[in-house]
């Protein structure tokens, strides 16, 4: 299986700032990367495909970029409701392995 | 847009197995992948894996090889995933899914505990 790895596991920042999280896959994965959101008690939510294309109605703050083995999530002008959890996650032929997680915290 | 009602709750004692359903209701399903993910109490997600109804082939990931299958019945858009040798450590919500042939899982359950306790 191809491995995920994801950093930092947790990161602090203020409403307003601009945070950056990596992904990185043990081979290349070309651009089968998605980027989801999720909060305590909820399923995750889709915010990119593709590892660059923003799902619709995701705010355009969120963005993604890379290819092959790294990638990138930027969240710019954080808002109160971007404080969540945030995955990676490979997805080629139907297999789909995901990053450890990274933990958005004010 | 598809909706993906899973089955409920379930303890089960170790060593024991356990099925899950997932009825997708008002969309395809045949032609999708149906994909199967948990997360452990304060945990990460875990793609277990995934099946595309219309081949009825599954893929599973290594670390649950041999001890999980996933079906699908497309007659009534209907995917289950039965998880055997159940251990206090398969404690988790499990979600299933649905993506596009070449998209992530876009549209998700709203998850199905499994607490394995003796």
């Known amino acids: 299986d191809i491995q995920m790895t994801q950093s930092p596991s947790t990161l602090s920042a203020f409403v307003g700032d601009t945070v950056t999280i990596t992904c990185r896959a043990s081979?290349?994965?070309?651009?089968?990367l998605a980027w989801f959101q999720q909060k305590p008690g909820k399923a995750p939510k889709v915010l990119i495909s593709?590892?660059?294309n923003l799902k619709s109605g995701v705010p355009s703050r969120f963005s993604g970029s890379g290819s092959g083995t790294e990638f990138t999530l930027t969240i710019s002008s954080l808002q109160p409701d971007d404080f969540a959890t945030y995955y990676c996650q490979q997805y080629n032929s139907y297999s789909g392995t995901f990053g450890q997680g990274t933990k958005l915290e004010i | 847009q598809v909706q993906l009602i899973q089955s409920g709750a379930e303890v089960k004692k170790p060593g024991s197995s356990v099925r899950v359903s997932c009825e997708a209701s008002?969309?395809?399903?045949?032609?999708?992948?149906i994909t199967w993910v948990r997360q452990a109490p304060g945990q990460g997600l875990e793609w277990m894996g995934g099946i595309i109804p219309i081949f009825n082939t599954a893929n599973y990931a290594q670390n649950f090889q041999g001890r999980v299958t996933i079906i699908a019945d497309e007659s009534t858009k209907t995917a289950y995933m039965e998880l055997s040798s159940l251990r206090s450590e398969d404690t988790a919500v499990y979600f299933c899914?649905?993506?596009?042939?070449?998209?992530?899982?876009?549209?998700w359950g709203q998850g199905t505990l499994v607490t394995v306790s003796s």
């Open positions: 899914a649905r993506g596009g042939i070449t998209g992530p899982p876009d549209s």
């Open positions: 008002g969309d395809a399903f045949s032609t999708y992948i």
């Open positions: 593709k590892a660059s």
């Open positions: 081979q290349s994965i070309s651009t089968w």
